[in-house]
Every structure is written in C-alpha cells, then in structure tokens.
C-alpha cells in the first residue's frame, strides 16, 4: 500500500498546498518512529479503544490496528478525517485489513467529535493528528474529553508545528499543547523528542 502511494503521481491540493499524492502521502503519514511510538503506546498502556484524529490514508491507523490486533478481537479504532479523498481511501484500506474492527468517521472535528460524546464508550487512547494550530488543538481536546476514559492517554502529533507550506502565519502549535496540558483533566504530560506531547489524563 505504501509503495503504491510513494509512487502514485495523481494530482492532489490541500488548502493552499498543491502537487500529488506522492508528496503528499510523503509530507503527512506516519512511518517507522512515529509508528513505533503508536504502537508502543498502545501495548504498554493496554489498550483496547482508540480514537484517530486525522486519518489522512490511514497508516497511523494501520500501526494501531496492528498493535490492538495483539490485544485481541474486542478491540476498536475509531478514526475521524474531513477530507472525503482521503477518508475514502484511509477507510477502504483501513475497513479491508481489520473488518469490523474500525469505524471510519467522515467529517471535521468541531461536528463529529460532539456527534461521538455520549455515543461510544470511552477510548483509552486518542492521537491527535487533525487540525495544525492552537484553536484546533484546544477545541478539539475540549470536545473529545467526554469521549476518553478516566486513565486514558492522549498523543498529540507536531506540538511545534509551523510548516510555512501550509500556513502562512504561525498555528501556534505549542501554544495550544501547553494550553491543554494546563487542563484539570491532565494528570501528567511529557513531551516525545521535538514533536510528539503525551498526556495521562484523570
Ligand atoms: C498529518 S495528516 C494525518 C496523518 C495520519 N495521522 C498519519 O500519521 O498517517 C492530517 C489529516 O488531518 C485532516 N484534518 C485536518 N483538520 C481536520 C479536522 N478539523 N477534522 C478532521 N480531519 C482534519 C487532514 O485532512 C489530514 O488528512
């Protein structure tokens, strides 16, 4: 699957950002550290529901789908994508490989988040790999929290993010880590080398 998109130069924008899937794939995907760290997270922590933030063509799911796998069968990824290209693709990769183990949420944050409240039982693992900046990190953390369970821990992707590809003034990335790790819910957070930021929340 990788290969196939390493290789793959069908034409692809995103915002303001154009050129093909390629690239793209390249520029947005999780591979060997990042999949580790994943992986990692959820066999040590033991977890058995998660929930995605940012699908894209779904290799962090994969790395977590593989690690739940080792869990055994109960196990659950929800992941949650805006762009309908790229959920059509994460979710016929993701729904083939793990059937019946994955939900596949099409839409932003700010609706599905609020949608999912009350609605599923809590995940003990959230990785938030969704919207680049401060508001996003701080909406989207306040919206999923009744959605994580007490003990849960949370992952959050590029805390010093300010790629100039694809904004044009700084997301304030760290800003809005430093702004959730204040939260009461957060009982400890440390920060993975330069750009991951991992809480345990109460
Ligand atoms: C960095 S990529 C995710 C990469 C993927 N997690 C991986 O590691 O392979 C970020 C993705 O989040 C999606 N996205 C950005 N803001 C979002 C939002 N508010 N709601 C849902 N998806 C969002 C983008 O469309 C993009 O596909």
Redesign the pocket.
């Known amino acids: 699957m990788a290969d196939s998109l390493h290789s793959n130069p069908t034409s692809f924008q995103?915002g303001d950002w154009f050129g093909d899937i390629r690239a793209h794939f390249e520029?947005?995907?999780?591979?060997g550290h990042?999949?580790r760290v994943?992986t990692t997270i959820v066999r040590f922590m033991r977890c058995s529901r998660c929930l995605?933030?940012?699908?894209?063509?779904?290799?962090?799911?994969?790395?977590i789908l593989e690690a739940l796998s080792a869990r055994g069968a109960e196990t659950q990824l929800i992941t949650?994508?805006?762009?309908e290209r790229?959920h059509r693709m994460?979710s016929a990769l993701l729904e083939s490989r793990f059937p019946g183990r994955v939900s596949c949420e099409y839409?932003?944050?700010?609706?599905?988040l609020p949608r999912l409240a009350g609605n599923v039982t809590p995940v003990d693992f959230m990785?938030h790999?969704?919207?680049?900046s401060r508001k996003?990190y701080v909406s989207?953390f306040l919206a999923a929290l009744p959605s994580l369970a007490a003990g849960a821990v949370v992952l959050f992707?590029?805390i010093n993010w300010n790629d100039p590809r694809y904004a044009s003034s700084n997301p304030q990335c760290r800003k809005g880590w430093l702004e959730v790790v204040a939260h009461e819910r957060v009982l400890q957070a440390v920060e993975i080398g330069e750009e991951m930021g991992l809480l345990l929340l109460k």
Do not use: P, Q
């Open positions: 995103s520029m947005s995907s999780s591979f990042k999949g994943l995605e933030l940012g699908s894209a063509y779904g290799m962090s799911g994969l790395f949650v994508e805006g762009s790229l994460a839409g932003w944050t700010s609706h599905v990785f790999d969704a919207g680049h996003d989207d992707d590029d």
